[in-house]
C-alpha cells in the first residue's frame, strides 16, 4: 500500500470519482502509473483502491503483502508470481502472500489494499475467471450476479452484478456501506449518472434509487469495508 494524504478517506461521505478524467500519476517504478480513488493509512483501518497501469514489461518489486489484496484485470494479461491472468479475473491475497505483479505486454487493474477487518480469522487466495464461470441470475432485479467473495465473519461481501437495459431497482439503503466500479455501460440514480470508468462510494444509510436506461450496467461492487 502506498503511503500519502488522505482521499476519499471520511466513510461518512459519498464519493463520486471519474476515472476518465484523471490523469495517470507516475509511480516510484519505472512503467507503473496511478490513479488513486481512496486512500486511508491507519493501522486498523487503512485501505486504499486505485486503478494501475503496466507498460509492457513493467514490474512491481517482490514483497510479502502487509495487507490483504484485491485486484480486478481491466485489461491485458498480469502475473502475480504465482499464476498469470488475463483481462476480467478477480484474484484475492492474503496478508503473508508473496506478490511479484509483472506484465509482458501490459494490463490496466483495479486494486484494493485493506487491513483485515477481523485478522484472526481464516482466510483463503481467491482466484476467478468472470469470463467462464456461471452467474446467478437476479430477475427480481433484472440483473445476474457473480458473488466473489463472502468473509466467514459475514461482513464484507464483494460481488460482480450486471442490471440489464430499462430496469429500476427500488429505493434501497446500505446497512454496512457500499463502492462500486462501473465496468460497463452506465448506472443511473437520484445524484448522478456513474458511467463505465466511474468509482463511487455510498456510506452507510445513505439512500438511493438507482436505475439503467438504454444500456446495462456492469460492476464490481463491494460492502462492508465501511464498518470499523
Known amino acids: 500500500m502506498r503511503a500519502g494524504m488522505p482521499v476519499n478517506a471520511d466513510p461518512r461521505q459519498v464519493a463520486v470519482m471519474n476515472t476518465n478524467d484523471m490523469p495517470w500519476e507516475p509511480t516510484e ?5 496511478r490513479k488513486v480513488l481512496e486512500f486511508v493509512s491507519d493501522p ?16 512491481l518489486p517482490v514483497e510479502r503483502l502487509a495487507e490483504r489484496l484485491d485486484f480486478f484485470i481491466i ?30 505486454n501490459g494490463c490496466t487493474i483495479l486494486a484494493k489494499w485493506r487491513v483485515p477487518i477481523h485478522p484472526e480469522l481464516p482466510a483463503e487466495r481467491v482466484v476467478i475467471d468472470t469470463k467462464s464461470v456461471e452467474w446467478l441470475d437476479f430477475p427480481e432485479r433484472g440483473a445476474r450476479i457473480l458473488h466473489l467473495y463472502k468473509n466467514v465473519d459475514g461482513i464484507e461481501t464483494a460481488r460482480i452484478g450486471d442490471v440489464f437495459p430499462h430496469r429500476k ?22 445524484y448522478a449518472t456513474y458511467s463505465a470508468g466511474v468509482w463511487f ?10 436505475y439503467t436506461t438504454d444500456q446495462n450496467a456492469k460492476m ?9
Open 75 to 104: 485489461e491485458g494479461e498480469l502475473s502475480d508470481g504465482d499464476a498469470s491472468y488475463d483481462a476480467e479475473t478477480y484474484v484475492r491475497l492474503q496478508p503473508g502472500s508473496m506478490f511479484a505483479a509483472e506484465s509482458a
Open 44 to 59: 486498523k483501518k487503512g485501505r486504499e483502491t486505485s486503478l494501475l497501469k503496466f507498460g509492457p514489461g513493467a514490474k
Open 201 to 210: 462510494r455510498m456510506p452507510c444509510d445513505c439512500p438511493h434509487a438507482p
Open 220 to 228: 464490481l461492487i463491494r460492502e462492508g469495508d465501511l464498518v470499523w
Open 29 to 33: 517504478h519505472p512503467g507503473v502509473l
Open 169 to 190: 431497482l427500488t429505493k434501497h439503503t446500505h446497512a454496512i456501506g457500499e463502492e462500486t466500479f462501473v465496468l460497463e455501460g452506465a448506472l443511473i440514480d437520484e
